[in-house]
C-alpha cells in the first residue's frame, strides 16, 4: 500500500500513475469552476461596446474557454481523455468593481470527474481575456480561479463556501 493512500495519482511506490477508472460506474457528472479578470472599468466599457482591436473579446474566450476543457487530457499530465456532453463559459461584467467574474460548466456521464475540465475552460477564458486586452491594460490581473460546484462520483455534490 502506498505511504500516501489519500494521493490518488500515486501508486504504491509513490511514482505519477494515472487512476484507473475501470471499475467505477458511470454517472452523471457535472462541474463549475470559476476566475476573475481585474481590469479597468476602461477596459470593461471598450468590451461592452466591442471596440477592441482584436475583436469580439467574450465570443473569442468562451470559444477558447470551451476549446481548452476539450483539450485539458492534453495539457494536465494524468487526466483522463473525456467525452464532454457539455461546456459552457459565462461572464459578467462588473465596471463598478472593475471585475470580468468567469463562470464554466462542463457536463457528462463517465466513469471520472470533469473538475480540471471546468478550472481549463475558466482559466484559458481568462487567459484570452488577458491577450485580447493587454495593449490597453497590461496590469490586468487573474485570481479566484477555483472549483464552483461539482456533483456526481463516489464524494458526493460539492459547493463552494465562497459563493
Do not use: W
Not at 463517465?110 to 471546468?118: F, I, L, S, Y
Not at 477564458?125 to 461539482?150: F, G, N, P
Amino acid at each position: 500500500m502506498s505511504e500516501f493512500p489519500h494521493l490518488t495519482h500515486l501508486d504504491q511506490s509513490g511514482a505519477a500513475a494515472m487512476v484507473d477508472v475501470s471499475n467505477k460506474l458511470d454517472t452523471k457528472r457535472l462541474a463549475r469552476a470559476g476566475a476573475v479578470v481585474f481590469t479597468t472599468p476602461e477596459v470593461i466599457s471598450l468590451i461592452e461596446q466591442a471596440l477592441l482591436k482584436k475583436g469580439d473579446v467574450l465570443a473569442t474566450a468562451r470559444i477558447a474557454g470551451i476549446m481548452a476543457a476539450k483539450k485539458t487530457s492534453e495539457l494536465i499530465p494524468l487526466c483522463h481523455p473525456l467525452m464532454l456532453s457539455q461546456v459552457s463559459v459565462d461572464f459578467q461584467l462588473l465596471p463598478a468593481q472593475a471585475q470580468i467574474k468567469i463562470e464554466s460548466c462542463c457536463v457528462l456521464s463517465g466513469q471520472t470527474g470533469v473538475e480540471m475540465e471546468a478550472l481549463t475552460a475558466a482559466s484559458v477564458a481568462a487567459l484570452t481575456i488577458y491577450d485580447m486586452c493587454k495593449a490597453v491594460d497590461k496590469a490586468m490581473t487573474i485570481s479566484e480561479i477555483r472549483l464552483l460546484e461539482k456533483t456526481g462520483g463516489k464524494s458526493g455534490h460539492y459547493i463552494s463556501e465562497a459563493i
